[in-house]
C-alpha cells in the first residue's frame, strides 16, 4: 500500500470545536522487506540483507517530549511492510515499508535489503535502512530518511562477500544499527525501542537479520525483527504491527520466494480521560480504545478514522 497524506479537519456550523488536548504518541512506519534474488535461474550462494524497521517517533517517555492537541474527524494511516517475496526480472526491486501518518508527523518505511548483482545491492534509505546484500559494496542503507530529531531509525549493516562465502547485513532497528555480515553468519538486526504508552512496556521496530552461504542467518533484532534464512532456507517474515523488518533471503533459481516480509507499523495515541469529549468514536473496529489509570489509550492496527 502507498503511503497517505493526512488532513485534520474541524467541524464548521459555527460550533465550538471539538478537540482534545495533551495527547501523547507513537507513530510507527511498516519494516522494509529483506533483501533477495528470485530471478537468474539457477543461481545460488547468499544474497538479501535484512530488512530496516519503519520509522519510530513517539512523545510517551521521552526526554524531548511534547504533547500535541488534535481536532476531529482525524484520519490516520498505518503503513504497511514491504511485501517481501520474488525479486522480478532485472531491474530495481525496493519492497520497502510504508509510511504512517498521525497530524503533522510522518513516519517513513523501513528500507528494504540490499540483494545481488544487477538489482540493487546497497540496503534501501529509509525510516530505518536495509542491511548491505551481496555484490558490490554492498552497503547498509541509511537510516533517518528523511531526516527527523531526535532519529527516527538507524542504519543497516554492510553485507559481506569473498569466494564461496557470502552474507547479508542485517537492517537497522529503531534502538540500534544492524550488524554487519560476515563468515558464516548473517549480520543480526538492530534492536528495537520499548515504550509503555499502552500502560505496558512494548518493544517494536526491530531490525530483519541478513541471509548467510554457507552457515547461519541472522537473528532478527527485538521487538519484531525476522531471522535472515539460512543457506537453502527462506527468510522470516516479521511480527504484524511492529514496524520489524523482514529477514534477507537466498537466490534460488526463478520463482521461489525468498525474503521475508515487514511487519505492518501502528498508531498509538494516549490521552488524560477527563480531556475526552463526550462523543467519541474510533473506526473500523480493529482499532481500539482503552483505559490505563486516568488515561485513555487509542491504538490504530490499520488506518482508520477518530470522531468527536
Known sequence: MAGFGYQILGFGSGSAEKKIDGVDYLVLAGGGSGGASGYESGASGGLGGGGGAGGFIASYGVPQRSTTTITAPLSITVGSGGTGGLTPAPGPYNPSGNPSTFSTITA???????????????????GSGGGGGYGGDGEGGQGNVPPVSPPQGNDGGQGFNVPNVHSGGGGGGAAQAGSNGGPGSGGAGGNGSPNSITGSDVTRGGGGGGFAFPGTGGSGGSGGGAAGAPAGGQGGSASANTGGGGGGGPGQGAQQPTSGKGGSGVVILRFPTANKPGTFAVAPSDNTVATTGSDTVVTFTVSGTLTL
Open 108 to 126: 517513513a518505511g523501513g528500507g528494504a535489503g540490499g540483494s545481488w548483482a544487477w538489482i540493487p545491492n546497497e540496503g534501501q534509505p529509509g
